[in-house]
């Protein structure tokens, strides 16, 4: 079974930092993409930040210069690196990966985590 699990996730004051990681296991052949997701209360789900194969990043305006998203191929791991958080960085973080776990590319979703800042 090809699961995602996340962690780091947690409460911290405005303007400080948190590193969450996100591991795929199971029987996987190759992975494209990795990134994060966040929903905030009553908001819809919104990217966050991807990591490519070929290593190139992409970033919501809102969390550029302060968000760092990267990934170990050999771990199947992708973290997000979140600095100067704002309360508005407050949600759920999920981890996504487009995956080829042998019935083709395919997108999965780890269960969330949240993070909360406070003012």
């Known amino acids: 079974q090809v699961r995602l699990v996340e962690s780091g996730g947690g409460l911290v004051q405005a303007g400080g930092s948190l590193r969450l990681s996100c591991a795929a296991s199971?029987?996987?052949?190759?992975?494209?993409?990795m990134g994060w997701h966040r929903q905030a209360p009553e908001k819809k789900r919104e990217l966050v930040a991807v990591a490519t194969s070929d290593g190139d990043t992409n970033y919501a305006d809102s969390v550029k210069g302060r968000f760092t998203v990267s990934r170990d191929n050999a771990k199947k791991t992708v973290y997000l690196q979140m600095n100067s958080l704002k309360p508005e960085d407050t949600g759920v973080y999920y981890c996504n990966a487009v995956m080829d776990a042998g019935l083709g590319l395919d997108a999965y979703w780890g269960q969330g985590t949240q993070v909360t800042v406070s003012s």
């Open positions: 199971g029987r996987i052949f190759s992975i494209n993409d």
